[in-house]
């Protein structure tokens, strides 16, 4: 109970009061909501729903309402400083109706293949444990992708108008990306890693800049400016850098952190304007464990007894995520 008090104090600071929030947790906690569903039926466009972390997973939905919908990120025990409780929010997927157009997602956790279908739709630290597709059956436009973990990749499905203005950004991807249909828009500040001799990149029509290509690529009809490649695809130049040593590009590590830059690696100040190339460079690096942009609290200590009518002290550690 504490700490579902905690999380939403924490929410509370950060989000715009004259907008409604809404709490869902599935756990048998006291929540006004059990069901995200029936949550999304009482919001207002504006509104925030918090989904609380959970060990149950909270199905597969549709948002046609323009929503903030906040989880608590994922890893929450392998890094320091998350989150008081460990667990994360994890759906099957969401996917998009008419009306949801400007919906930010952030800190959530999807177990099967989700599909970004409608345009302006920002989803940021977010986990994918399926692969994340884009399909439109008209023009999407405007999609973010922003500081996710992709651990099946990425696919643009065949037989669609074509996707545009499209930014993915400062994401970690451990698969493949796969264009089928027409993909426009910025590749930029991502790592890219993938062990197979099998082309892991092969969009096209994208400008791709600082990004760290682990992997096997297909130059296709990109622009690539300031990249680092395991192989050589793309020809040096305009700041690329081929044939790059990537056993001394990283950290290490056991989940997200391992992607961090190692001191020396050739990624630091490789990009253009001497920022560092790869996920934790650029505008917005990437925040480890897909911590969302609100305040958390990472650490309280209280004592287990104490007399009746003696106030309780109780410390708490807490930090922002911008």
């Known amino acids: 109970m504490i700490r ?10 950060a989000l715009n009061t004259h907008a409604a929030i809404l709490r869902v947790n599935n756990t048998g906690v006291p929540a006004p909501y059990t069901n995200f569903s029936v949550a999304h039926t009482a919001a207002q466009n504006g509104d925030t729903i918090h989904v609380e972390a959970s060990p149950i ?6 948002v046609s309402k323009q929503l903030v919908i906040l989880g608590p990120g994922y890893f929450l025990g392998q890094n320091a400083q998350t989150q008081v409780g460990l667990a994360s929010a994890t759906f099957t997927w969401l996917s998009w109706n008419a009306g ?17 279908n409608h345009s302006n739709i920002r989803i940021e630290r977010c986990r994918f444990l399926g692969v994340l597709n884009f399909y439109g059956s008209g023009s999407v436009n405007g999609v973010q992708v922003i500081g996710c ?5 990425m696919e643009v499905l065949a037989g669609q108008p074509p996707i545009t ?7 970690i991807i451990l698969g493949t990306l796969v264009a089928n249909s027409s993909m426009a828009g910025e590749f930029v500040n991502n790592t890219v890693r993938n062990a197979a001799e099998t082309p892991a990149f092969s969009l096209s029509n994208m400008i791709v800049r600082n990004n760290i290509f682990d992997c ?15 192989t050589a695809p793309v020809p040096a130049g305009e700041g690329n850098e081929v044939n790059v040593d990537m056993a001394t590009m990283f ?10 830059l190692a001191p020396g690696a050739p990624a630091i100040a490789a990009g253009d304007n001497g920022e560092d190339c790869g996920a934790f460079g650029g505008n917005e690096p990437y925040r480890l464990s897909g911590i969302p942009a609100v305040p958390s609290i990472f650490g309280m200590t209280a004592p287990s007894t104490i007399g009746v009518g003696v106030p309780l002290p109780v410390t708490m550690s807490a930090r922002t995520n911008e």
């Not at 973990?149 to 990749?153: E, H, I, K, R």
């Open 251 to 260: 950290a290490g590590g056991t989940v997200d952190n391992q992607w961090q």
């Open 100 to 116: 949801s157009a400007g919906t930010v997602v952030s800190g959530l956790t999807f177990s099967g293949a989700t599909t970004i």
């Open 216 to 230: 096997e690529v297909t130059p296709g009809n990109n622009v690539f400016l300031h990249n680092l490649f395991r």
């Open 149 to 153: 973990y992709l651990q099946a990749g």
């Open 4 to 13: 579902t008090l905690v999380l939403l104090a924490a929410s509370l600071l």
């Open 57 to 62: 997973n909270y199905g597969s939905h549709f």
């Open 165 to 171: 203005n499209t930014t993915l950004a400062n994401n």
